[in-house]
């Protein structure tokens, strides 16, 4: 008699409504960030007149949620409370707080709401990563159609931001000076904030009808714990050590190109004008193309997935970051013609950036942790990547612009040849250290 095992049914199609569903979750929760994090250097610093300094302050607190969220968000979300009201509650309140930055004019006042918002915000991230992976028939197959929406949302808020401050907040008239137009522009980004606001209750409201995610039992009552015990081994140890120097690397960009675009939107002739009339101005509506480019590299995703190992795909990310920096760095001493064109090559990079090494961590993340701590395990690479990293990256980049200036201007070649090195040490750091091969647990 023939005992062979029949081979595993292929799991079932990803349900029209919980796709719905869980795309329009991932759209709102990016919405709600990207219509206010590319332009906060520069309303900071250009309309609110703080220094680099005190804009590194406020960029650091806004990680510490993600540093507080594995201790609180994912051990109530794995242990006590369902995952779906838990966000509920976060984003009607974080809607509240973020309105209100619109209007604060004062570095403390600043300060402590952008605190108070990141307690609350930060966890929210993670948590929507553990449910939508808690509820997704095949991981590989079915994460990235719903993730992508996330990037749509970014997409979607960046031009809508860089539409209205090209329509309501840029005057026109022969006598006006381009520093003018450009103070106007940048006082009207405080508008990115009430949108984020109205966004973050409209997210508040839809999450009681995300799929019922309720906590789970675990061998360990604090999940926390337990997924501390499962992140020593690797793949994942390699993988958390080098997310704090890449999220330092990722801060660079966030921190820094919105106003660097900007001084090239700012001449608005010929090939210049017409990107703005696609994409607005600021800058922020510019860095789009490079959501526009994670949603062409997490289409294809399900296929890279399955085809190339890990490791492959973490390396492709870190050299995009490298040569993101380079053309960063070097594109501003190409011919005149040239420049613009190869900044949005730069800015393009963004896709093989986060989706073959952010997203392809948070892949590995769940599929090498337990499933009754993976909101936990989650939470701690959230920390890891959007607290340490951020904290300690806001300070590094901000602190470079004053390291990079030259007779008080900002020396764009030096200060984003900085990252690029890192990017290629962390690539050389995970060709050693990182294992080979696709997954050391089987796809549960």
């Known amino acids: 008699m023939n005992h062979t095992p029949a081979p595993a049914s292929a799991p079932p199609p990803l349900a029209t409504g919980l796709n719905a569903r869980l795309s329009l979750m991932m759209f709102l929760q990016y919405a709600i960030w990207g219509a206010w994090l590319p332009l906060l250097w520069p309303f900071l610093t250009g309309h609110r007149h703080l ?16 540093i507080i969220a594995p201790f609180i968000a994912g051990q109530i979300a794995d242990r006590y409370f369902a995952t779906e009201k838990f966000l509920g509650l976060s984003h009607l309140l974080g809607g509240v707080l973020v309105w209100q930055l619109a209007k604060i004019e004062t570095y403390s006042g600043f300060l402590g709401f952008s605190l108070a918002y990141s307690i609350i915000y930060s966890p929210t991230l993670s948590l929507t990563n553990s449910l939508a992976f808690h509820h997704l028939p095949d991981r590989d197959r079915d994460f990235g159609r719903v993730r992508v929406w996330g990037t749509v949302g970014w997409i979607a808020v960046g031009i809508a931001i860089g539409q209205w401050l090209l329509y309501q907040h840029t005057p026109s008239g022969p006598d006006l000076t381009q520093e003018f137009i450009s103070a106007r522009q940048t006082a009207g980004m405080a508008d990115a904030f009430k949108l984020s606001g109205a966004l973050g209750i409209l997210m508040g409201a839809f999450c009681f009808f995300l799929p019922q995610t309720p906590p789970q039992k675990g061998q360990n009552r604090s999940a926390t714990n337990e997924a501390l015990g499962e992140i020593r081994h690797q793949p994942l140890i390699t993988l958390f050590l080098l997310a704090v120097p890449v999220s330092c690397i990722h801060q660079f960009y966030f921190v820094h190109t919105a106003g ?13 004008e017409a990107v703005n009339q696609i994409v607005g101005v600021g800058g922020g509506g510019l860095m789009t193309i490079g959501q526009m480019s994670e949603i062409a590299v997490l289409s294809v995703m399900p296929l890279l997935a399955k085809r190339c190992s890990r490791r492959a795909l973490l390396a492709a990310g870190l050299s995009a970051y490298a040569l993101r920096m380079a053309l960063f760095a070097y594109g501003p001493g190409l011919p005149a013609d040239w420049v613009l064109p190869s900044l949005i090559v730069g800015v393009a990079m963004h896709g093989l950036c986060f989706g073959c090494f952010i997203f392809v961590a948070f ?9 009754d701590v993976r909101a936990s395990a989650q ?10 990293g951020i904290i300690v990256g806001s300070k590094i980049a901000t602190g470079a612009a004053d390291w990079a200036k030259v007779k008080g201007v900002v020396d764009y070649q030096k200060l984003f040849s900085a990252p690029m090195w890192a990017a290629l040490a962390c690539l050389g750091l995970l060709l050693i250290f990182y294992p080979s091969g696709k997954r050391s647990r089987p796809i549960r």
């Open 363 to 371: 892949m590995i993340v769940d599929e090498e942790t337990t499933g």
């Open 51 to 66: 220094s680099a300094s005190q804009v590194g302050d406020i960029f650091a607190v806004g990680a510490v949620g993600a």
């Open 260 to 272: 660097f675009l900007g001084t090239y939107q700012a001449q608005a002739k010929g090939f210049i």
């Open 379 to 388: 939470s701690l690479f959230n920390l890891v990547i959007v607290g340490l």
